[in-house]
């Protein structure tokens, strides 16, 4: 997945001190931080890559997880919105943000979210 997500990534231009392998070292330490489940540091990490390359979706969305997971929902439910509209998994993302609606008791706003998600799932995806 790395090496698929480097492939398309654009960081030449981005900032002068950023290269390929900086940025290459900077998103495995990200993947790594989040799959240690390390939120706040995946999180530190995930803001600097996003602020590099502001256009990948799986990005925003990685920054949106370790909000949520961190307990920062309505940061969470910010970048999870902003992510759904510039490519992030869709069904994922309005799930989390239902999932944070509700950490946050707002039972109205879970309930849209949740028919939201709902409506973005892949029918012909078997979970």
Partial sequence: MLF???L????QGQSDSTNIT????LLQGAFSESDNKDWQSANHQWQKITSINPTEGEFWYKLGESYYYSGNFKKAIDVFDSSLHIG???Y?????????????NDKGQ???WLQKS???ADRNLFY
């Fill in 110 to 112: 879970t309930l849209n």
């Fill in 8 to 11: 398309f990534c654009d960081v």
């Fill in 118 to 120: 709902f409506d973005l």
């Fill in 92 to 104: 994922e993302g309005a799930y989390f943000i239902t999932k944070a609606y509700a950490a946050l």
């Fill in 4 to 6: 698929y997500i480097l």
């Fill in 22 to 25: 900086d940025f290459t070292k």
């Fill in 88 to 90: 992030s998994p869709p």
